[in-house]
T-cell receptor, first 108, second 113 residues
Framework: GIQVEQSPPDLILQEGANSTLRCNFS?????LQWFHQNPWGQLINLFY???GTKQNGRLSATTVATERYSLLYISSSQTTDSGVYFC??????????FGTGTRLQVFP | DAGVIQSPRHEVTEMGQEVTLRCKPI?????LFWYRQTMMRGLELLIY????????DSGMPEDRFSAKMPNASFSTLKIQPSEPRDSAVYFC???????????FGAGSRLTVL
């Protein structure tokens, strides 16, 4: 099956800093999503982005499908951005496979 | 829209007991997914339904696990008998079609003693 690797595994930032999270996948995909799991455990869908670039406020994502990676950018981080960020991919199976996540801690 | 609704939010039970987790998907969504999250294995897909029909249950750990979707607005995941290694957070998610843009419920945290 498709392997999904995320880096870095852990990230500690001070409020106001910018960060880039990376997701590498081992095979071509037609579905890629980014999720944020907040400290209370809720999984929030951030982006559906199988290719191209999208932006939503301070967050943006870029997927380069031909090179099998996606990047999530967080600008001017806030303490509420803390949590775990997951990348998930799928190819023609409807079975969304999750990476192991990047744990982000933002301190004031 | 109330989102995906799961119940119970927390369940503590003893080994050997039957556990039933419930999920109400977002109205109008045709696909429903059950995931399990543990520290050791991360987020794993257990089973998913399209239009109330189970499509792939290859992620269901063993025969002790079963899932049903009797109608478009309700699904259950049952564990009988439960074991301590079943302790995890169980998530339900739904989407308009297939695995596109999944919306997750708040999860059911299960502890089996």
């Amino acid at each position: 099956g498709i392997q999904v690797e995320q880096s870095p595994p852990d990230l500690i930032l001070q409020e106001g800093a910018n960060s880039t999270l990376r997701c590498n996948f081992s095979d071509s995909v037609n579905n890629l999503q980014w999720f944020h799991q907040n400290p209370w455990g809720q999984l929030i869908n951030l982006f559906y982005i199988p290719s191209g670039t999208k932006q939503n406020g301070r967050l943006s994502a870029t997927t380069v499908a031909t090179e099998r990676y996606s990047l999530l950018y967080i600008s001017s981080s806030q303490t509420t951005d803390s949590g775990v960020y997951f990348c998930a991919v799928e190819r023609n199976t409807d079975k969304l496979i999750f990476g192991t996540g990047t744990r982000l801690q933002v301190f004031p | 829209d109330a989102g995906v609704i799961q119940s119970p939010r927390h369940e503590v039970t003893e080994m050997g007991q039957e556990v039933t987790l419930r999920c109400k998907p977002i109205s109008g969504h045709n696909s429903l997914f059950w995931y399990r999250q543990t520290m050791m294995r991360g987020l794993e897909l257990l089973i998913y339904f399209n239009n109330n029909v189970p499509i792939d249950d290859s992620g269901m750990p063993e025969d002790r696990f079963s899932a049903k979707m009797p109608n478009a607005s309700f699904s259950t995941l049952k564990i009988q008998p439960s074991e301590p290694r079943d302790s995890a957070v169980y998530f339900c998610a739904s989407s308009h079609s297939g695995a596109n843009v999944l919306t997750f419920g708040a999860g059911s945290r299960l502890t089996v003693l």
